[in-house]
């Protein structure tokens, strides 16, 4: 059994330790806001917050979290930067295909939690490793400002 608190609560689940966090959060727990897309921690689909900081899911093992506090794209509203980061999203009309945006938002309200004021220089070092298909990175950055009140 492995103990891990997602979203606030404490879950007991019976996995192998070297499950990524990924499938846990997906098959286990039911949480499918979190995305599968590489694999191997380059395209930040599978992006949550670990204790507020971004990591890749699809590579964490389970086993490895210890008492740390996973939050995810379901969960991350309950922050005031979470909501500000998800209201400018919508705003911004960020969104096309969605696939990449639960871990866009994740790694902006990240970057915004560690630089409440991000210069263009600091959104582009924190999201280099958030890839998205449709090209809506121009509509990211200005959300981000959005959400930092800039």
């Not at 606030?8 to 997906?26: A, F, K, Y």
């Not at 727990?29 to 380059?42: D, N, P, R, S, W």
């Amino acid at each position: 059994m492995i103990s891990l608190k997602i979203n606030g609560q404490t879950r007991e689940l019976d996995i192998p330790p070297d499950m990524p966090v990924l499938w846990v959060l997906r098959d286990v727990v039911g949480l499918t806001g979190t995305k599968y897309g590489c694999g191997i921690a380059q395209c930040g689909a599978c992006t949550v917050h670990l204790d507020g900081q971004a990591v890749r899911s699809c590579v964490l093992p389970a086993g490895g979290v210890g008492d740390a506090h996973i939050t995810t794209i379901e969960g991350v509203g309950a922050s005031a930067i979470g909501q500000r980061v998800q209201k400018a999203w919508l705003d911004r009309e960020v969104v096309q295909c969605g696939y990449c945006q639960s871990g866009q938002i994740m790694q902006a309200a990240a970057l915004l939690q560690q630089t409440p004021r991000p210069t263009d220089p600091e959104i582009d070092a924190a999201m280099a490793g958030n890839i998205c298909r449709c090209g809506t990175y121009v509509r990211i950055r200005a959300a981000i400002y959005d959400a930092a009140g800039a």
